[in-house]
């Protein structure tokens, strides 16, 4: 992940909208990325992004670097994503959902990029389960490819509770595939 130097920080801190400009290139993708795996709903997703830099410029003087310049962002991105869930109280699989999770894992290209609408179908047949924090942590871990100490900085759970999670969340979405036939 790429880091903003301080510099650039601190422009920010003072007001810089332009440094600003290099932090939202920076980690628009990274944020991006993690609201559309969160809330499985494009739309939501692009608020959320949005709604996460508007809070990273009104706090950014808040930022005091005991941890690092992403994982503050992934905190704020991380809670926007879980109040959007408990207001909206989570989207339910549609019927198609199934049949794109059915005919991708039937192709052989396993290198294959998914569409964001692909991304969307399957996460939510297979998330569908997850309680919130199940689904925070599946996602940090195993889509974000985050260690569990940076989970930690982000969610604020303890390493027993990101395992428990992480143990469920795999399981849940075990039993999932298992469901639809895939062993």
């Not at 007001?15 to 939202?24: C, H, L, P, Y």
């Not at 909206?88 to 052989?108: C, I, K, M, N, Q």
């Not at 599946?138 to 604020?156: V, Y």
Request: charged letters at 30%.
């Amino acid at each position: 992940m790429e880091q903003i130097n301080t510099e650039i920080l601190t422009r920010c801190q003072g007001g810089d909208k332009t440094a600003f400009s290099i932090v939202v290139s920076t980690y628009q993708r990274m944020v991006w990325s993690l609201a559309l795996k969160m809330l499985c709903d494009e739309e939501e997703a692009k608020d959320a992004t949005q709604e996460t830099f508007i809070k990273i410029w009104v706090h950014i003087k808040r930022y005091d670097g005991s941890s690092s310049f992403s994982t503050w962002i992934y905190r704020i991105a991380s809670n926007i994503c879980l109040d959007r869930l408990k207001a909206s109280r989570r989207l339910v699989p549609l019927p198609e959902d199934e049949s794109v999770l059915r005919e991708y894992a039937t192709t052989g290209d396993s290198q294959r990029q998914l569409e964001n609408s692909e991304w969307v179908a399957i996460l939510r047949l297979l998330a569908d389960r997850l309680s919130d924090k199940q689904r925070l942590v599946f996602t940090l871990s195993h889509l974000e490819g985050l260690d569990s100490t940076e989970i930690s900085s982000i969610t604020g759970l303890d390493a027993k509770q990101i395992k428990s999670n992480l143990y469920v969340a795999r399981q849940t979405i075990r039993e999932q595939l298992k469901r639809l036939g895939y062993e």
